[in-house]
């Protein structure tokens, strides 16, 4: 058990639909970073917070958003969902991203299937 | 754009068959580079961070090692329990803080009994 939690664990919705994945890192870390993986693209990066404030965006869609809030747990917004959104959406949470020993630890994700 | 490439894509072996996976990189300025363990439709599970040329890491029947181009996870006698998909990735830095892990996209390792 990294620390890191993820809710919910599975969701299944309709194209065109809108869904929140939240996030809560580990106790002490401020920086939460949101990754997608599916089967042809592997882990890609998406978007990371540190202590509230976005710091950094990766392939992140316009359709895609995200935030962090005062007690530092995150949400990613998905909206006008497509078929090919569906994929495993991961959170990970590091504690001080200027160590070059900054560690991520990981949550169990959040597998979403768009039918 | 760092780059990470890992082979071989799987890897089948039999219990106690010893191996190694291998992870190759182009980043401007290696700043650490991490092993992870990932089960099926679970998160990867931080496994070891390598810094510098040389350094090596071990972890039970894993150990980790670091060049200047690439790393290796050696298995030494693996079981069926270390079947998993091991990847491998580096920090890429902006402002001096790390932003982002850029993975490689894993080894599929399958042990058979």
């Known amino acids: 058990d990294s620390g890191v939690t993820q809710t919910p664990k599975h969701l299944i919705t309709a194209t065109g639909q809108r869904v929140t994945l939240r996030c809560s890192p580990r106790?002490?870390?401020?920086?939460v970073y949101w990754y997608q993986q599916s089967l042809d693209q592997g882990l890609q990066f998406l978007i990371q917070?540190?202590?509230?404030?976005?710091?950094a965006k990766g392939n992140i869609l316009e359709r895609f958003s995200a935030q962090q809030f005062p007690d530092l747990h995150s949400e990613l917004n998905l909206s006008s969902l497509e078929l090919g959104d569906s994929a495993l959406y991961f959170c990970?949470?590091?504690?001080?991203?200027?160590?070059?020993?900054?560690?991520?630890?990981f949550g169990p994700g959040t597998r979403l299937t768009v039918l | 754009e760092d780059q990470v490439t890992q082979s071989p894509e799987a890897l089948r072996l039999q219990e106690g068959e010893s191996s190694s996976l291998n992870c190759s990189y182009t980043v401007s300025g290696l700043r650490g580079l991490f092993w992870y363990r990932q089960d099926p439709g679970k998160g990867p599970e931080f496994l070891f961070t390598l810094y510098s040329a040389g350094e090596e890491k071990e972890k039970e029947r894993l150990k980790a090692t670091l060049t200047k181009k690439e790393s290796f996870l050696h298995i030494t006698a693996p079981k069926p329990e270390d079947s998993a998909t091991y990847l491998c990735?580096?920090?890429?830095?902006?402002?001096?803080?790390?932003?982002?892990?850029?993975f490689g996209k894993g080894t599929l390792l399958t042990v058979n009994p």
């Open positions: 106790s002490g870390d401020l920086s």
């Open positions: 990735a580096v920090p890429s830095f902006r402002g001096g803080s790390n932003y982002k892990l850029t």
């Open positions: 917070y540190y202590n509230g404030e976005e710091r």
């Open positions: 990970a949470s590091s504690v001080d991203p200027g160590s070059s020993g900054d560690t991520q630890y």
